[in-house]
């Protein structure tokens, strides 16, 4: 639900609108052809990279288990992803 408040209150503060695929990869999580072994592959590691351009995901790369990828965003990271909503 914090989650859900962060969004709400991003989308009010700054005008603009955010999908859940924006901010989410479970798409890619959940997929096979990038996990194996609850570990994100590389594969998956440049998929995420891609929907997630703004995000630092040199940590979670040292250990891409993706029960951890939820812990590795940062406040830095949804920071980024504004400025480049706002076109910052």
Known sequence: IDF?????R???GFGI??????????DILTNPAYVKEG??????????????????LTKFAENPQVQ???NRLTVND?????????GA
Do not use: Y
């Open 4 to 8: 859900l408040d962060i969004v709400f």
């Open 10 to 12: 991003l989308e009010k």
């Open 17 to 26: 609108k955010i999908s859940t695929a924006e901010l989410s990869a479970d």
């Open 39 to 56: 570990r994100v592959t590389a594969d998956g590691l440049a998929a995420l990279k891609v929907r997630m351009p703004f995000a630092d």
């Open 68 to 70: 951890n990828f939820g």
């Open 78 to 86: 949804l920071c980024n992803f504004v400025a480049s909503k706002v």
